[in-house]
T-cell receptor
Framework: DAGITQSPRHKVTETGTPVTLRCHQT?????MYWYRQDPGHGLRLIHY???????DKGEVSDGYSVSRSKTEDFLLTLESATSSQTSVYFC????????????FGNGTRLTVT | KQEVTQIPAALSVPEGENLVLNCSFT??????LQWFRQDPGKGLTSLLL???SQREQTSGRLNASLDKSSGRSTLYIAASQPGDSATYLC??????????WGAGTKLIIKP
């Protein structure tokens, strides 16, 4: 897992409630990513970060916000969860510069009822 | 807009067979192509990365090829084993360190 911990691993929440997912890395890598994975869609990038307080939007960022106040933590927040946000969420880090392969956490399965 | 397609969505073969997984992409302007493996309930593990200037990469029983002009990559698995059962995903790098992903091929190797 290259020192990546995602929490919680599973969560069930109700529509309209706020939800925060946490990604923690132990190796102080600069680049961190949040993806969601849905059947038939592959992985889609939500947000990514290239340093403390430096973040940018991915292709499916609507309804999500992120924060990175420390190198090791990258938080994904659903301000008001909707059923369309039911998904498996993966955090990834890029250990080396350039286009080196990503290392992934084990994911968080989120169900919005 | 770059699109990545993996066909078939699922594949079941007997143990010991050599097999090929396919990945196609619509825009040849890529930086690299990567193959990943995903086991149930787990994250993704990088298998091979092919730079845009390369034609192939090998790691053990795995060989990945890249043909940018035709927008295709293949992952060749030699002498398949039950432990190779997993979902295999390909992704192309399109700049700004962003990846565009295929939906994956679920591979089952029957003992």
């Amino acid at each position: 897992d290259a020192g990546i911990t995602q929490s919680p691993r599973h969560k069930v929440t109700e529509t309209g409630t706020p939800v925060t997912l946490r990604c923690h890395q132990t190796e102080n890598h600069r680049y961190m990513y949040w993806y969601r994975q849905d059947p038939g869609h592959g992985l889609r990038l939500i947000h990514y970060s290239y340093g403390v307080k430096d973040t940018d939007k991915g292709e499916v960022s609507d309804g999500y916000s992120v924060s990175r106040s420390k190198t090791e933590d990258f938080l994904l927040t659903l301000e008001s969860a909707t059923s369309s946000q039911t998904s498996v969420y993966f955090c990834a880090i890029r250990p080396l510069g350039g286009d080196s392969p990503l290392h992934f956490g084990n994911g968080t399965r989120l169900t919005v009822t | 807009k770059q699109e990545v397609t993996q066909i078939p969505a699922a594949l079941s073969v007997p143990e010991g067979e050599n097999l090929v997984l396919n990945c196609s992409f619509t825009d040849s302007a890529i930086y690299n192509l990567q193959w990943f493996r995903q086991d149930p309930g787990k994250g993704l593990t990088s298998l091979l990365l092919i730079q845009s200037s390369q034609r192939e990469q090998t790691s053990g029983r795995l060989n990945a090829s890249l043909d940018k002009s035709s927008g295709r990559s293949t992952l060749y698995i030699a002498a398949s084993q039950p432990g190779d059962s997993a979902t295999y995903l390909c992704a192309v790098s399109v700049g700004n360190y962003q990846l565009i992903w295929g939906a994956g091929t679920k591979l089952i190797i029957k003992p």
